[in-house]
């Protein structure tokens, strides 16, 4: 009997608990959140041509790549990146806190797996809001 009113009550608060969340996003918030968005360039890593690396060269390559990508993140120019599982030919994607196709060429050129042809790339402009992250 006590969990079948305890039941009753959840349930009687949910759709409060629902309003009360969904109170907040009015159209304001909505507006107000979305001019505080700005460009990213997001890219795509792509295997490229030359994966007949040896396993040897492509772990000293991956460690390179890794570093590389960390340091980028360091100075606050790629604050999100990650692989693929399961992505087939779309290896990973790297999201960078600029909006100029241009700069972002020339940092992921440098790349040492894109150097090398182990990875290419697709390049797209996109719309964030800064300050969204992943949670723990």
Known sequence: MKRFIFCVA???FLPMVRA???SRVTDEYVQ???SEGKQYIVVLL???PNKSLSE??????????????FTLKEEGKL???GPFYNGGDYMGFCIFNSSSKEEVKNLIEAD???KSGYMTYEM???FGIPGDGLPK
């Open 32 to 34: 107000h959140v979305i």
């Open 10 to 12: 959840m349930i009687s």
């Open 20 to 22: 009360n969340s969904q």
């Open 46 to 48: 792509k295997a490229g």
């Open 56 to 69: 040897d060269s492509i772990a000293d390559e991956q460690m390179m790549h890794l570093k590389y990508l």
């Open 124 to 126: 797209f402009s996109w």
């Open 79 to 81: 604050p999100i990146f």
């Open 112 to 114: 040492p797996h894109v």
